[in-house]
């Protein structure tokens, strides 16, 4: 497949709200050339990625990352591999690169994975797929009686793992004590309980530390992104002082090398990865096979569309060994219309991908139209992007 076209679909609710939920807008990737047609979608600030997709160089290392991939040909997984470290070399000193790289390899994986007639996980080299248990994926309400009352309704639909992030967790100890104790007695001892902080103590272990002991009396099995993305120390060293709670990180990794720091020298026991931020497919494959060997569970990060959550799901469905998935289960509107929404498929509370070639999910043009941002950037006189016509 020759690459001819790629476009960017920056497609936003009607206002954005100032709260930790991804799902407020979206940049989809399309990809077609010979005939194919592969989705894909960014994890990032759309307007910033596209322009790190047609920002005029600024010195060799700092290319458009379009100079890299129109016009190329992917027949192969290899090549695939090929053109992300070009775009890599190419662009390596535009931070955004990443984030604008993973959607385009994510639709050239669905792509590719099309024309083989194939699902993605099976050109990847697995046999089959490993239902999971999915964790309703969740931000905590501001008072404890809402937050139990959202776990209540989770576990009433038949999720057997709930996790609370976010919100106002982290005032103080007293508050954060009555969040999830609140949620413990709406889920009862049955359910499994992970509490994720995005990052708040950036790098201080001490408030970090005194948590650890409340969320063992609750026993939460994990404790997600409690410090910012690079402060490896500061993970190792919360993670010598838990007992039976366990560290979880890695969604903010940029690159495989940034994951495997985390695994290596944060020792965190979930390394969790978003296949719209770390490169796409291929890396986080690459990265599942790396925790397996280390003894680390590998989780998919996702918070926005069906799209992305079956790309995430991609590289681990295969690996029976990863048996926990992250289902966001409060998708604004825009992410439940622009693909068909998916479902937890029993009542044990574990999902499976939908059968299907590539990626298995159809984007909806009225939808992407509906949503559809219009963007239109210019600079020496010459338009370098304008929104698609749909
Ligand atoms: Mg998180």
Redesign the pocket.
Same mark, same amino acid.
């Given at each position: 497949m020759r690459i001819e076209q790629i476009d960017f679909f920056y497609v936003s609710m009607p206002v954005i709200e100032d709260r930790a939920d991804g799902s407020q807008d979206a940049l989809v990737v399309r990809v077609q050339g010979d005939g194919q047609t592969g989705w894909g979608e960014c994890e990032a600030s759309p307007l910033v990625s596209i322009a790190a997709f047609v920002a005029p160089m600024s010195h060799s290392a700092c290319r458009p990352v379009r100079d890299s991939l129109m016009g190329e040909t992917v027949n192969s997984v290899d090549d695939i591999r090929c053109l992300s470290a070009k775009v890599a070399a190419n662009s390596f000193d535009m931070l955004q690169t990443p984030h604008t790289l993973s959607g385009i390899e994510i639709a050239l994986c669905d792509a590719l994975a099309r024309q083989k007639k194939m699902p993605v996980y099976k050109m990847l080299g697995h046999e089959k797929k490993y239902p999971k248990l999915a964790y309703a994926s969740m931000l905590f309400a501001p008072t404890p009686e809402e937050t139990g009352r959202h776990a209540r309704e989770a576990a009433e639909q038949g999720y057997r793992a709930v996790k609370f +992030?976010w919100g106002g967790f982290g005032v103080n100890l007293e508050h954060d004590r009555a969040l999830v104790e609140a949620i413990r007695k709406a889920i009862g001892s049955d359910v499994r309980l992970m509490v994720?902080v +995005?990052t708040l103590w950036s790098n201080k272990t001490d408030e970090a530390i005194k948590r650890v002991q409340m969320l063992e009396e609750f026993d939460v099995v994990w404790l997600? /992104?409690p410090f910012e993305s690079m402060e490896y120390p500061h993970y190792a060293e919360l993670s010598r002082h838990c007992k039976k709670l366990k560290i979880a990180a890695g /969604?903010g990794s940029h690159s495989a090398a940034m994951a495997k720091n985390m695994i290596d020298h944060g020792k965190v026991a979930f390394i969790?990865i978003d296949t719209g931020r770390v490169g796409g497919i291929l890396p986080a494959h690459d990265l599942a096979e790396y925790a397996l060997k280390k003894g680390v569970q590998f989780v998919n990060?996702t918070f926005t569309t069906p799209l992305a959550l079956s790309a995430s799901l991609q590289p681990m469905i295969g690996i029976e060994k990863f048996d926990i998935c992250e289902f966001p289960v409060q998708p604004t509107q825009l992410a439940q219309d622009i693909n068909r929404p998916l479902c937890v498929t029993d009542r044990n509370g574990m999902f499976d991908l939908p059968d299907g070639d590539g990626l298995a999910i159809e984007v909806d043009l009225a939808a992407l139209k509906k949503y559809l941002v219009q963007v239109k950037i210019e600079s020496h006189g010459k338009v370098l992007y304008e929104s698609p016509k749909i």
């Open positions: +992030g994720d +995005g997600e /992104e /969604e969790q990060h």
